[in-house]
């Protein structure tokens, strides 16, 4: 989508320049102290992740000719998070709310969504380890398959909540009047809510704080909840090893091989 013909669906009194990003597909629009931000084809999990005061406020949507929707979202003036402030309380405030609404549930649901299984997970992260030859070619792998096989059994049985499944210090946005939004959902699927909080705490919680930020979630540390954890912190490390074997990014590959040699070692110390 040109900027020149985006001035003619929104007017010419707009001044749109791109927003960055992967997709080539977000503007920023400005028109004398206002600012909007435009996306096209964002998902219709959109409207509720805006009425749930999750995401910045949706103001319209516009279905083009063509067929492809536009969507204008409430600029807001803030910045993402630092590293160091994803131990801060919002955040897991935030999850929580996230994990506990029924609202992002049905509506994923209703966009034909179906529940992630760690069954499936294991499946397909193992015949594409086999695949690629990363089996005969990396120790570690090997170790990293025996461990999720070993690991199944504490993942069932768990409540299925919407994941954000990339919480990235920069996929949180907090404003200038102290709001804090969740951004970037395409990738956000049902599954098991350790997939989210095993992330900032792998990342960014210090060990000795993760009984708090837990805590402050709203559960309670246990061994079958650690075990949950590293299950899918590995799962999601074989995942991109594969990914960028595919790609022939060598290395990505050896950086997430390091990622991967460390969840086995802390994943030993924490569980045996």
Same mark, same amino acid.
């Given at each position: +989508?040109?900027?020149?013909?985006?001035? /003619?669906?929104?007017?010419?009194?707009?001044?749109?320049?791109?927003?960055?990003?992967?997709?080539?597909?977000?503007?920023?629009?400005?028109?004398?102290?206002?600012?909007?931000?435009?996306?096209?084809?964002?998902?219709?999990?959109?409207?509720?992740?805006?009425?749930?005061?999750?995401?910045?406020?949706?103001?319209?949507?516009?279905?083009?000719?063509?067929?492809?929707?536009?969507?204008?979202?409430?600029?807001?003036?803030?910045?993402?998070?630092?590293?160091?402030?994803?131990?801060?309380?919002?955040?897991?405030?935030?999850?929580?709310?996230?994990?506990?609404?029924?609202?992002?549930?049905? +509506?994923?649901?209703? +966009?034909?969504? /179906?529940?992630?299984?760690?069954?499936?997970?294991?499946?397909?992260?193992?015949?594409?380890?086999?695949?690629?030859?990363?089996?005969?070619?990396?120790?570690?792998?090997?170790?990293?398959?025996?461990?999720? /096989?070993?690991?199944?059994?504490?993942?069932?049985?768990?409540?299925?909540?919407?994941?954000?499944?990339?919480?990235?210090?920069?996929?949180?946005?907090?404003?200038?009047?102290?709001?804090?939004?969740?951004?970037?959902?395409?990738?956000?699927?049902?599954?098991?809510?350790?997939?989210?909080?095993?992330?900032?705490?792998?990342?960014?919680?210090? +060990?000795?704080?993760?009984?708090?930020?837990?805590?402050?979630?709203?559960?309670?540390?246990?061994?079958?909840?650690?075990?949950?954890?590293?299950?899918?912190?590995?799962?999601?490390?074989?995942?991109?090893?594969?990914?960028?074997?595919?790609?022939?990014?060598?290395?990505?590959?050896?950086?997430?091989?390091?990622?991967?040699?460390?969840?086995?070692?802390?994943?030993?110390?924490?569980?045996?």
């Amino acid at each position: +989508m040109h900027v020149n013909w985006l001035q /003619k669906v929104i007017g010419k009194e707009w001044n749109i320049t791109p927003a960055g990003g992967l997709t080539g597909d977000a503007y920023i629009a400005e028109r004398q102290d206002r600012r909007i931000f435009l996306k096209r084809n964002s998902s219709p999990f959109l409207a509720v992740l805006s009425a749930e005061g999750i995401v910045p406020k949706l103001m319209w949507t516009k279905r083009l000719e063509n067929g492809d929707v536009l969507t204008a979202q409430e600029w807001l003036e803030g910045r993402e998070l630092k590293p160091e402030e994803m131990q801060h309380h919002h955040v897991a405030n935030l999850l929580n709310r996230i994990h506990q609404s029924s609202e992002l549930l049905h +509506m994923l649901m209703r +966009m034909g969504k /179906k529940a992630v299984t760690s069954d499936a997970t294991y499946r397909d992260v193992a015949a594409w380890s086999r695949q690629n030859g990363l089996l005969d070619q990396y120790e570690e792998v090997g170790r990293a398959l025996q461990v999720l /096989k070993e690991l199944l059994p504490a993942t069932y049985h768990q409540e299925l909540v919407v994941c954000h499944c990339d919480l990235n210090h920069n996929n949180l946005i907090l404003t200038e009047h102290g709001d804090l939004y969740l951004v970037d959902w395409d990738n956000a699927m049902i599954a098991d809510p350790a997939m989210d909080f095993g992330m900032v705490l792998k990342w960014y919680v210090p +060990m000795n704080d993760w009984d708090a930020w837990l805590e402050q979630y709203g559960v309670e540390r246990n061994d079958s909840l650690v075990k949950r954890m590293y299950w899918y912190l590995i799962a999601d490390a074989l995942h991109y090893i594969n990914w960028h074997k595919t790609r022939n990014e060598w290395h990505k590959v050896d950086e997430r091989l390091g990622t991967l040699r460390e969840l086995l070692n802390t994943y030993q110390s924490h569980c045996y």
